[in-house]
């Protein structure tokens, strides 16, 4: 079946720093992929999506490029800041009713 | 504006005991309902995804069961909970956007389950 597949964390930077957290993943066909963040105590919220190979998505100073030939969605961010201390998780959807596959989920913490 | 509700926030439950956790949505009509779990060092899984009143799909064989009795409730359940049912459990909802449109899934706060 289709899976996402994460680097593990958590991933310490200072502020500034540039960020990168990995995601591939494993599926048929042509899924629409997502990051989804989740700040200290509140719920996931959607931070990105691609639907399609070399689409770009971007939000917030993220950037995430859809790369199907190496079924990669690789997250990024020039210069991370304290308040982008999170949970993200890298996702996809093969089926177009949002039923998502999900990563595992990436700690980062970023410190002054 | 749209809010989703998940109640109770931790739940702490023996084995062989009966779950019922609530999920509500408020601010839209005939949503898409889902559960989904995460378990202790693995990704958010999906259990189920409802697209309407009494309407639900099982994506995995597991003890558990859902159930929408209005357009905006749903409910996850089970007559014995096992071990294996402890875990962080989210309910979201999605309504597809017009073309062009945005279409991404809420989530609520979750519910932690620890089945001892």
């Known amino acids: 079946g289709d899976s996402v597949t994460q680097m593990e964390g958590p991933v310490t930077l200072s502020e500034e720093a540039f960020l990168t957290i990995n995601c591939t993943y494993t599926?048929?066909?042509?899924?629409?992929l997502f990051w989804y963040v989740q700040y200290p105590g509140e719920g996931l919220q959607l931070l990105l999506k691609?639907?399609?190979?070399?689409d770009k998505g971007s939000n917030k100073g993220f950037e995430a490029t859809y790369r199907k030939e190496t079924t990669s969605f690789h997250l990024e961010k020039g210069s991370v800041q304290v308040s982008d201390s999170a949970v993200y998780f890298c996702?996809?959807?093969?089926?177009?009713?949002?039923?998502?596959?999900f990563g595992t989920g990436t700690r980062l913490l970023v410190s002054p | 504006s749209q809010t989703i509700h998940q109640w109770p926030a931790t739940l702490v439950q023996p084995v062989g005991s009966p779950l019922s956790l609530e999920c509500t949505v408020e601010g839209t009509s005939n949503p898409n309902l889902y559960w989904y779990r995460q378990a202790a060092g693995r990704g958010l899984q999906l259990l189920f995804y409802?697209?309407?009143?009494?309407?639900i799909s099982s994506e995995v064989p597991q003890n558990l069961s859902a159930s929408r009795p209005q357009d905006r409730q749903f409910i996850l359940s089970s007559k014995k909970l096992l071990l294996s049912d402890s875990g962080f459990y989210l309910c979201a909802w999605n309504r597809v956007a017009l073309a062009g449109g945005r279409n991404e899934q809420f989530f609520g706060p979750g519910t932690r389950l620890t089945v001892l």
């Open positions: 599926a048929t066909g042509y899924p629409s």
């Open positions: 691609a639907t399609k190979a070399d």
């Open positions: 409802s697209v309407g009143i009494g309407q």
């Open positions: 996702a996809l959807d093969n089926t177009g009713f949002q039923k998502l596959v």
